[in-house]
């Protein structure tokens, strides 16, 4: 079963892997779209991930067996995929991985509930599962980047491909029928507003407006990073980025040390720091001798993702009530890859276009000192704001001893 369940998230995060890294530079270099235009195409996967909260609990919960809801998006998915690699303009562009996204965002939700409900120790076991879905990332990425197609649409046709194989493997998944089919269905059931109380607490509030905060500079990596990299002569962009993912592996087991040294709030400021480093880097760095600055800031990504957002998903399992931690998860995910790529989506793409030259270059040191000016600002809001209790309830004791 454990098996079966991690194919089931390499396939789901290798459709992703393989079309979302590049489309920005299939965008810029080859139809020439403006960096607004980038950045709105690279935010249609936020507004997918604001929708999928209500689509999810309204299908999967009470209505149909999970297999079967994701075999059809992934289904609508690959066709969507095609129409949009076969698009020039931007409003078909748009339209097409919007709607794509609308299909393919729940199934990120889906697929987790999923491995979920057929193991018998999420907290212990998940993990081991979901870190394929990471290499699947991975492998996708040096695919395509050795491939060459970095700049054409040849991804999104591969993402068209492994969202039919994807289609195909999900009727070999257990059967998962919803819990909830007789129970009325009610928007407190996909939105998270139940657990909107738990931000009059001060640390949760900053906690909480710092996630939204950091996802705006986290979409200039994610939408412009390919695109900076092979306009400025980086050879095989795409297989280089993969080193992102890669380190993300090495830091997860790292997690659990870091914890016992640095706790909580330095743990999610060192995640926030490392962004800001990691941009300097890429405004000071090139492709020739100063390549080393361009993979530090690519390698950073471990740091930059596992010290916050999964440092983040424990803190919040460790200060919300039982009764409420799923839905202050969605809460805080709705806030990160909702609200905050989708702010960092629209600011990203203005400072691009902003810093565009008339020869369609780009002023990168300028684009990446201002997200990395943004990111230092979340970073020292967040030192001086926030408190770990957990800490300050526990320094009497060691202080006694």
């Not at 992703?16 to 139809?31: E, I, M, Q, R, S």
């Not at 870190?131 to 970095?150: D, N, P, R, S």
């Not at 909480?208 to 990073?225: D, E, K, M």
Request: proline fraction near 3%.
């Amino acid at each position: 079963m454990k098996w079966r369940l991690r194919v089931m998230m390499l396939f789901e995060f290798a459709i992703w892997g393989a079309w979302y890294v590049t489309v920005g530079t299939w965008l810029g270099k080859t139809l020439h779209f403006t960096g607004t235009e980038i950045g709105a195409v690279a935010g249609t996967t936020a507004i997918g991930a604001i929708i999928s909260p209500l689509f999810v609990g309204l299908l999967a919960d009470r209505l149909f067996d999970t297999r079967r809801v994701l075999t059809l998006l992934h289904i609508i998915g690959a066709v969507l995929l095609v129409v949009a690699a076969q698009q020039t303009s931007f409003g078909l562009v748009y339209a097409a991985l919007l709607a794509y996204s609308l299909c393919y965002m729940p199934t990120l939700a889906l697929t987790a509930s999923l491995a979920m409900r057929h193991i018998s120790d999420p907290e212990q076991e998940f993990g081991a599962i979901r870190v394929f879905g990471t290499i699947g990332w991975i492998i996708m990425g040096l695919i395509v980047g050795a491939w060459g197609v970095e700049a054409t649409a040849s991804p999104l046709l591969l993402a068209a491909g492994l969202s039919v194989v994807m289609a195909g493997y999900c009727f070999t998944l257990p059967p998962t029928p919803p819990l909830a089919r007789n129970t009325r269905f009610e928007m407190k059931h996909a939105l998270p507003l139940e657990s909107l109380h738990l931000l009059r607490d001060r640390s949760m509030a900053v906690f909480a407006l710092a996630s939204f905060l950091i996802c705006i500079p986290l979409q200039f990596y994610y939408a412009f990073t390919n695109l900076f990299l092979n306009e400025v002569g980086v050879v095989n962009a795409a297989g280089k980025m993969t080193g992102g993912q890669m380190s993300e592996l090495f830091c997860m087991l790292l997690i659990p040390w870091f914890f016992r040294r640095l706790g909580v709030k330095w743990m999610l400021a060192v995640g926030m720091l490392a962004w800001v480093v990691r941009y300097a880097a890429f405004a000071y760095g090139d492709a020739g001798s100063m390549m080393w600055m361009f993979w530090i800031g690519i390698v950073l990504h471990g740091i930059c993702f596992d010290f916050f957002f999964v440092v983040g998903q424990i803190y919040i399992d460790r200060e919300a009530p039982p009764s409420l931690r799923a839905a202050t998860q969605g809460l805080i995910t709705f806030l990160t890859y909702g609200l905050g790529m989708f702010v960092g989506s629209w600011l990203s793409g203005a400072v691009v276009q902003a810093y565009t030259k008339g020869d369609a270059a780009h002023d990168w040191t300028s684009i990446w000192l201002i997200a990395g000016a943004f990111a230092a600002f979340v970073f020292v809001l967040f030192v001086v704001m926030f408190k770990d209790r957990k800490v300050a309830a526990r320094a009497p004791v060691t202080q006694a001893n």
